[in-house]
């Protein structure tokens, strides 16, 4: 690991300003992904500015919805009463996403920004990779490539976004809340992620020296009924190779609201338009749930390694749809 300076700070605009000052600066809290870059030499900070210490930990609830502190622990999170008992979407995508050891320094700002599941980005030896060094190439395109994106990618990049949390919420239209030297602005997350196929280098519209503060998850309706489904090689701790997390109001039979996204298939975590436009307003039954799924992958842009994919990301959709909706056949 390359030398860095370390500077601990307790005030929201303290944090902000010091690092907005610094081009070669980042923010510290969890390190559960960013210490493992920086030992590996992907990322080399000249100052870490730890912002465990400010007041961003905790979960409150309103009128708006679920206020969740960036600082809050993914196993916080997880543990916290309304999770539990009306988002089970969330706590099934903590619970699946992480192991107890690394829920417990984890946080949910972290959670969000966490890097990309590249076996060539997170290797410095391997001279082709467009995240890390923009127009060196994607040497994942040409070789052995099985944990990567097939959606919102091209021959630029097809690194994967790994995170199951961000997935659960893209699905139930949360918000990030941003801080920066220009005040404040909340962003749905469906907006704050960028595509890896376009600039792989890009990942997000943070601008540097901004600080996510937390993550609101507006009110969900009574009756919506939520679940998050992981596909992996081994049930213990691995990341996934397909999930879903699904949201649906259903009245009698028919679909009334829809809300579906999509992991381990994504090079940002995937909210599927396409599925939800054809599930709203029919009736629940396998054939359309099929249907949902062709839909949500249409567009995939495989290689060799990661063709299984489409049809394994389908088959995970169909089967959340089944659990959330009560077993339509």
């Known amino acids: 690991m390359l030398p860095f300076e370390y500077a601990r700070v307790t005030g929201v605009d303290e944090a902000v300003n010091l690092l907005a000052a610094d081009p070669s600066a980042s923010y510290l809290a969890g390190g559960t992904t960013q210490l493992d870059l920086m030992k590996d030499g992907v990322l080399g900070p000249e100052r870490l500015v730890d912002i465990t210490r400010l007041p961003l930990r905790g979960v409150t609830r309103d009128a708006d919805g679920l206020h969740i502190g960036a600082l809050t622990t993914m196993e916080e999170l997880a543990a916290d009463p309304v999770v539990a008992g009306e988002l089970p979407v969330v706590r099934e995508a903590l619970l699946l996403g992480a192991s107890a050891q690394l829920r417990n320094m984890a946080t949910i700002g972290g959670n969000l920004l966490q890097r990309a599941r590249c076996r060539y980005?997170?290797?410095?030896?391997?001279?082709?990779?467009?995240?890390?060094?923009?127009?060196?190439?994607?040497?994942?395109?040409?070789?052995?490539?099985?944990?990567?994106?097939?959606?919102?990618?091209?021959?630029?990049?097809?690194?994967?976004?790994?995170?199951?949390?961000?997935?659960?919420?893209?699905?139930?239209?949360?918000?990030?809340?941003?801080?920066?030297?220009?005040?404040?602005?909340?962003?749905?997350?469906?907006?704050?992620?960028?595509?890896?196929?376009?600039?792989?280098?890009?990942?997000?519209?943070?601008?540097?020296g901004e600080l996510i503060t937390g993550v609101t998850i507006p009110p969900l309706p009574a009756e919506a009924a939520t679940g998050y489904?992981?596909?992996?090689?081994?049930?213990?701790?691995?990341?996934?190779?397909?999930?879903?997390?699904?949201?649906?109001?259903?009245?009698?039979?028919?679909?009334?609201?829809?809300?579906?996204?999509?992991?381990?298939?994504?090079?940002?975590?995937?909210?599927?338009?396409?599925?939800?436009?054809?599930?709203?307003g029919a009736a629940a039954s396998g054939e359309?749930?099929?249907?949902?799924?062709?839909?949500?992958?249409?567009?995939?842009?495989?290689?060799?390694?990661?063709?299984?994919?489409?049809?394994?990301?389908?088959?995970?959709?169909?089967?959340?749809l089944r659990n959330v909706s009560g077993g339509a056949r």
């Open 288 to 320: 359309i749930f099929r249907e949902a799924a062709a839909a949500a992958v249409q567009g995939a842009w495989t290689v060799p390694g990661t063709a299984f994919k489409v049809e394994l990301a389908q088959r995970t959709l169909v089967r959340a």
């Open 121 to 208: 980005f997170r290797d410095p030896t391997v001279p082709d990779c467009n995240k890390r060094e923009p127009g060196s190439g994607c040497a994942a395109v040409r070789n052995t490539a099985r944990m990567h994106a097939i959606l919102g990618v091209s021959e630029r990049c097809i690194a994967l976004h790994a995170s199951d949390l961000a997935v659960a919420l893209v699905a139930l239209d949360a918000v990030v809340r941003l801080h920066g030297t220009s005040g404040s602005r909340s962003v749905p997350l469906t907006q704050f992620y960028r595509e890896a196929g376009t600039s792989p280098d890009v990942e997000n519209v943070l601008l540097h």
């Open 229 to 280: 489904l992981k596909v992996r090689d081994r049930a213990s701790y691995e990341f996934a190779l397909a999930s879903a997390a699904v949201v649906l109001v259903m009245r009698d039979d028919v679909i009334a609201q829809a809300r579906v996204g999509l992991g381990g298939i994504g090079s940002k975590p995937w909210r599927s338009l396409e599925a939800e436009q054809v599930l709203t």
